[in-house]
């Protein structure tokens, strides 16, 4: 007799994000080298142009990808290219915030937001991926009241502290 098997498999806890992506392959090799992406499976669809599925992780999170398959969604394309930008931003804690951004640079990304000190405390930046995708890495500094946060913002802002 066999082994039950569990609802929800070992490791994928949690939210996980499910990018589209145009083209999945490409994406699958830059996230590999501008974050060190693990590629853990890939299934392509019968005549291997697009990818059904691709499962990748970062340290200890997941994350999928999948092509663009506007022709099982209504005509609707979802990768962010077609959409002309996405919603979305994924973020990271990383070590070294300047480091996490510049290889993300180095590997094709484009900086959206150039990393710098930020009034809450973090150091931060942002990029946008070849495949639409905007991420954003932080290095926690100091930890901070709400009221020095407020202050920080304001002074940053060039606001008034009354």
Not at 12 to 38: N, T, W
Not at 98 to 108: H, L, P, Y
Not at 115 to 143: E, I
Request: charged share 25%; hydrophobic share 40%; aromatic share 10%.
């Amino acid at each position: 007799m066999s082994q039950p098997v569990p609802p929800i498999p070992a490791g994928m806890e949690g939210m996980i994000p499910h990018l589209v992506c145009d083209p999945c392959s490409e994406a699958i090799e830059f996230y590999k080298k501008a974050f060190g992406a693990e590629e853990l499976s890939r299934q392509a669809m019968p005549d291997g142009k697009k990818l059904m599925h691709a499962a990748l992780r970062i340290g200890k999170n997941h994350f999928f990808l999948v092509d663009d398959f506007p022709e099982y969604r209504g005509g609707k394309s979802y990768s962010p290219k077609a959409l002309g930008g996405s919603g979305v931003t994924i973020h990271r804690y990383v070590e070294d915030c300047d480091a996490a951004v510049k290889r993300a640079v180095d590997a094709g990304a484009t900086i959206l937001m150039p990393v710098a000190d930020m009034f809450w405390g973090d150091r931060y930046g942002a990029v946008t991926d070849p495949f639409g995708h905007v991420w954003s890495f932080a290095t926690h500094l100091r930890d901070l009241t709400p009221d020095e946060m407020a202050a920080n913002m304001r002074a940053q802002r060039g606001e008034n502290k009354g």
